[in-house]
């Protein structure tokens, strides 16, 4: 595994991660200099700029704000969450790739090694029959089918353990 692609894996999450809690303790934590007064009252009460230190109850419901400003607002930060999220998750998928992608590969390299064992087993055991009874082909006696499944149990056997293990070589090369 290459450490350079680990690390750059897990720094990217690492950063997303992090300016995605930046990004959400600074929406949190937002404060609005002044509000602007929009007429409602007519009161003296209400021509007095509002500033963001006044408790939220205390405000007119009116005069908070106007109707596009905190639309506005909140399209941006959910855009910013949306766009925070796409992060992490390609941050995530990175990392798993770099972390778990050669522990995978190299699981399947083993048990097609493991399989190429057991049917060179097999193929040793056909082998073993017909050496057995090749020498009964010519006399006539009545072994040539079992000769004959020997034969073809070598061949298909012998064929699975060459095959898997050329599919393991190639599977340890790759990248």
């Given amino acids: 595994m290459d450490a350079v692609r680990f690390g750059r894996a897990l720094g990217f999450g690492a950063r ?4 995605t809690v930046v990004a959400a303790v600074d929406a ?3 404060e609005k200099a002044s509000v602007q007064r929009t007429g409602a009252f007519s009161n003296s009460t209400s021509e007095v700029l509002l500033t963001s230190k006044t408790p939220v109850a205390a405000r007119p419901v009116a005069s908070q704000r106007s109707a596009a400003q905190p639309l506005g607002e909140a399209a941006r930060i959910v ?16 990392f798993r790739q ?14 097609l090694e493991v399989a190429g064992v057991f049917f060179g087993i097999f193929a040793l055991y056909g082998l073993s029959t017909v050496l057995r009874l090749r020498t009964h ?3 006539g006696m ?34």
Avoid at 79 to 94: C, N
Avoid at 147 to 171: E, K, N, P
């Fill in 28 to 30: 949190a934590t937002a």
């Fill in 137 to 139: 082909w010519h006399t």
């Fill in 16 to 19: 997303q991660a992090a300016k």
């Fill in 142 to 175: 009545p072994h040539h089918r079992e000769w004959v499944g020997g034969v073809l149990m070598l061949a298909v056997f012998g064929y699975f353990c060459v095959s898997s293990f050329v599919r393991a070589r190639r599977r340890e090369r790759q990248q």
């Fill in 79 to 94: 855009s910013e969450g949306l766009r925070a999220k796409r992060g992490l998750s390609q941050g995530g998928r990175r």
């Fill in 98 to 111: 770099a972390a778990f992608g050669p522990f995978v590969r190299l699981s399947g390299v083993l048990m």
